[in-house]
């Protein structure tokens, strides 16, 4: 039964295209996760623009996108996502930090009306499905996938997912801030023993400090967490656009003094947990 997990963009915030960049990538949040019989999309950033290209070239049909939240670095790649003009390609929507003040759909909607941007939803050609669901709540998808969901602590809501398959299990927990001395219950109870904790790592310690109420948490706290819920890798995501390719070595070593075998992660790497 495989399960892979691919990252198709890594950086927060904004995309950041520079050479200094290039190893470990300047293109915001999305991740495809694969198993033998789906294809699950962990947020829109820009990297979805390519993860969509893969899919034509591939002939994928069918896919799921897991929203953490909308901010922009997390949506702005969903209006270049091609996929998604495709009669036939199926493409469910789902976000669960809107409280229902509003809808994903509406949200996603707006960011493609004029004079943002010259293409609306209703032009996208596929067989497109949204859907709204609370945080804490869990979910099956097609294939024998299994969610499971928590509330992060990030201005205007997000959502932590743990996705289990064929014995495997990934925690995707990503734009949260953590309070300094105390760990997030609802992260552990996420990440208990899954084979991959994907980490908020926006910030070092120092930077933290000069930006409490921002959203984000450290990669110190990262490793905290998995070492506390006994994961099996950390990998460090949602990287500070400042931090260059010679900052992000500097980090990854540092972490992974204190946690062997975590890494940071890298645009176009794959991670293999069942082959």
């Known amino acids: 039964m495989g ?13 950041c295209p520079m050479a200094s960049h290039m190893r470990f990538g300047g293109n915001t949040s999305c991740i495809e996760l694969r198993t033998d019989e789906t294809r699950i999309v962990l947020d829109a950033g820009t990297g979805l623009r390519l993860l969509g290209q893969r899919f034509q070239a591939d002939g994928v049909q069918r896919a799921t996108l897991l ?3 909308t901010h922009l670095d997390h949506i702005s790649g969903f209006p270049f996502f091609g996929p998604a003009f495709q009669p036939g390609f199926r493409f ?11 809808n994903i759909r509406s949200v996603l909607a707006r960011q493609m009306e004029r004079p943002l941007f010259p293409v609306p939803l209703q032009t996208m050609g ?14 099956s998808l097609e294939g024998g996938v299994d969610v499971r969901t928590t509330r992060l602590n990030h201005p205007d ?6 996705i289990e398959y064929g014995g495997h299990a990934v925690a995707y927990v990503t734009d949260t801030e953590h309070i300094p ?31 409490t109420g921002w959203g984000h948490s450290t990669w110190r706290e990262g490793v905290r967490l998995a070492q506390e819920a006994r994961v099996g890798r950390l990998v460090l995501f949602h990287h ?3 931090h260059d390719d010679l900052i992000m070595d ?5 972490a992974r003094a204190l946690l062997p075998g975590t890494v940071a992660a890298r645009e176009g790497a794959t991670l293999v947990l069942k082959a």
């Open 126 to 139: 596929c067989n497109l499905d949204f859907h709204d669901f609370n945080p804490g709540e869990s979910f």
């Open 250 to 254: 500097r980090i990854e070593a540092e």
């Open 67 to 69: 929203l953490s939240h």
């Open 181 to 211: 001395g105390r760990l997030d219950a609802n992260i552990l109870a996420l990440a208990e023993g899954a084979d991959l904790l994907i980490y908020d790592a926006t910030y070092t310690d120092e930077e933290y400090a000069r930006r």
């Open 3 to 15: 399960f892979s997990v691919t990252f198709w963009g890594v950086r927060g915030t904004i995309p």
């Open 157 to 162: 809501g997000a959502t932590g997912y743990r």
């Open 240 to 242: 500070e656009p400042d």
């Open 92 to 102: 469910l929507v789902m976000a669960g930090h809107l409280d229902g003040h509003t």
